[in-house]
């Protein structure tokens, strides 16, 4: 997933979903249960500070040929503010420390099947205006093998996620502040071999 694009707006429809005019990737990247995947980024801007977000979604089917407002995506983890202020030390910081990377685990109970992946960074040197903040999200085509029985419920489709005046979606970064709030629902609890995922390239949902 070696790229970086222009951002999504917040509360701009369907595009939030899977990135400006994504259309579904057209081969999958093979996972077992409990596995960690890296999604890697071609580069970050340090000054793009904010969080980074994984959502999971079953495709319930095929997931090339899925209407990405169908899918009703749970929050899989997240990493928001770390330390500091003005403007503070988030989760972008760690990622470019990590070459660019991010890694996320796929829940080990999931049951086997067909799932996007959507991973998100949202950029907040421009948030403190109503509307600045940027939503960098990418979908990925995941066959999750092994596993056991606990399926997705719930979720939601990502147009709901934000609104544009969210606590951490409207914030300033080069003011004093203590505490930051992620955006969009809770964590869900699903509930771990290290796989690097170099072929994430063909899973790519592309614009």
Not at 48 to 76: E, Q, R, W
Not at 183 to 201: C, I, N, Q, Y
């Amino acid at each position: 997933m070696d790229m970086f694009r222009a951002s999504t707006l917040m509360a701009c429809g369907p595009d939030i979903i899977c990135h400006k005019s994504a259309t579904p990737g057209q081969a999958y990247v093979t996972v077992k249960a409990g596995d960690k995947v890296t999604l890697g980024w071609n580069t970050w801007p340090a000054t793009h500070k904010g969080p980074v977000i994984d959502y999971l979604a079953s495709c319930n089917g095929d997931c090339t040929t899925v209407d990405k407002t169908k899918l009703n995506f749970v929050k899989l983890d997240a990493g928001g503010w770390l330390s500091g202020s003005n403007p503070g030390t988030f989760a972008t910081d760690t990622l470019i420390a990590s070459n660019f990377s991010w890694t996320a685990t796929i829940p080990a109970d999931l049951k086997a099947g067909n799932y996007v992946l959507r991973h998100e960074i949202i950029a907040l040197h421009a948030a403190a205006n109503p509307n600045g903040a940027q939503a960098y999200p990418q979908c990925v085509n995941l066959q999750v093998t092994g596993g056991g029985s606990t399926t997705i419920s719930g979720g939601e489709s990502a147009e709901k996620f934000y609104t544009p005046t969210d606590p951490g979606i409207l914030f300033n970064i080069y003011t004093s502040f203590s505490s930051y709030s992620i955006p969009g629902p809770a964590v869900t609890k699903l509930r771990k071999a290290r796989r690097h995922a170099r072929e994430f390239l063909e899973g790519i949902w592309r614009a």
